[in-house]
């Protein structure tokens, strides 16, 4: 039975990686933070019906080198999932310092731990389309970096961490450059999940508007069920490379309101205002990836389309208020 580590397993991508390792029969390890209040809401769905977890948990931080080399050392993974980070965009730019930390040297501290312990583990980074920036569009994985963020910043830190590692010590480290994934599992103060929260809030009664940003933003938004699949697909190539994953189609952030609003019979522009404090210090203004590479060295291909995917949303948050 193949073994995986998945550092960020309590989020919205490790759940789903979680589930769709054990489906195919692997022993999987997760690495958790201690907080305050159990944050595994997300975990609920590995519950086996006597209410016992199917996956092993451990404490861990990316900010404890030492820890995560003890754990890798306990663990003896075959394939470690990178996928902790301070992953908001718009909060990196209040908290750069910290994110430069999780979100970059983060990625180091595993990569340098995985070296350390002699583990053969194969090891995936959580690459982001937001390290294209202000490029433009389409993009490619022979497309130029230009981050617009902190986060993004970070990110093409560790994504080229990942491939030093790969080139210096002929570690088996792949990037997977992941565009806009999304699904009910999505953090709250996400675009997609703050506008289809907002529906649903408005139909119980809850809620009148919805402050939003910037509606002119355009994004490849797909859904984290079928990427993490390609992550897995990632780790079984016969090489370590780097794949852009993306639906290649883009839509707006006011089309996102459309869709949902009317989906439910409303008109988003009687609910919707622009509220500044949503507007970044650099806006990335659209990204549309080209997922060619993927399709044709791994067979990957998104199965969900942008309207199936807001709907979807839609529903499971109605269902979640009662609305
Ligand atoms: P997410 O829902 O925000 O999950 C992030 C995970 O990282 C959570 O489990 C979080 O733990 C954990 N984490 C944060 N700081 C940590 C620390 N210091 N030590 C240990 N764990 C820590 O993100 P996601 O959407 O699943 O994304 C997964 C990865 O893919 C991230 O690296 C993200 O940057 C990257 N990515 C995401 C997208 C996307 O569209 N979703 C696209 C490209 C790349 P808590 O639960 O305790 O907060
Ligand atoms: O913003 C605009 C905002 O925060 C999308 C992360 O998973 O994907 C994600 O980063 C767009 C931006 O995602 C609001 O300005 C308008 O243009 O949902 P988002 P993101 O910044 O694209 C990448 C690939 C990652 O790697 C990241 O980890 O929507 N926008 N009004 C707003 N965004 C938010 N959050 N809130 C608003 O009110």
Not at 161 to 173: H, I, K, L
Not at 183 to 204: D, H, M, Q, W
Not at 263 to 291: N, Q
Request: hydrophobic share 40%.
């Amino acid at each position: 039975m193949p073994i995986a580590l998945i550092t960020g397993v309590s989020g919205q991508d490790g759940s789903y990686l979680a589930q769709l390792l054990l489906a195919k029969g692997y022993e999987v390890h997760g690495i958790v933070r201690r907080s305050s209040v159990l944050n595994r809401s997300r975990l609920e769905q590995l519950h086996g019906a006597n209410g016992a977890v199917s996956l092993a948990l451990h404490y861990g931080d990316l900010d404890d080198p030492l820890g995560l080399l003890r754990l890798i050392e306990a663990v003896g993974p075959d394939e470690i999932y990178h996928l902790a980070a301070q992953s908001h965009v718009g909060v990196s730019f209040e908290i750069p310092d910290y994110t430069s930390s999780v979100t970059g040297l983060g990625t180091l501290r595993v990569l340098e731990a995985l070296r350390l312990s002699g583990c053969q583990a194969r090891f995936y980074q959580a690459s982001s389309s937001e390290m294209f920036g202000s490029a433009p569009p389409p993009q490619n994985e022979q497309t130029p970096f230009h981050p617009r963020s902190p986060y993004g910043v970070a990110k093409v830190f560790a994504y080229w961490a990942t491939v030093n590692y790969r080139e210096s010590y002929g570690m088996f480290a792949s990037n997977g450059i992941l565009f806009n994934h999304e699904s009910p599992r999505r953090g709250e103060n996400f675009v997609t999940r703050k506008v289809t929260r907002a529906v649903a809030s408005i139909l119980a009664g809850t809620q009148r508007e919805l402050h939003l940003g910037n509606l002119d933003a355009m994004r490849d938004w797909g859904f984290a069920g079928d990427y993490v699949e390609g992550m897995w697909r990632i780790l079984q190539h016969d090489q370590p490379d780097d794949f852009v994953l993306a639906t290649g189609e883009a839509h707006s952030v006011r089309e996102l309101c459309e869709v949902a609003f009317s989906h439910v019979g409303l008109d988003h522009e009687k609910y919707v205002a622009i509220d500044p404090r949503y507007f970044r210090p650099a806006e990335v203004d659209f990204l549309l990836g080209d997922p060619a590479k993927a399709n044709r060295l791994l067979g990957w291909t998104p199965s969900t389309t942008f309207r199936q995917l807001v709907t979807t949303m839609v529903d499971a948050d109605r269902a979640e208020l009662g609305a």
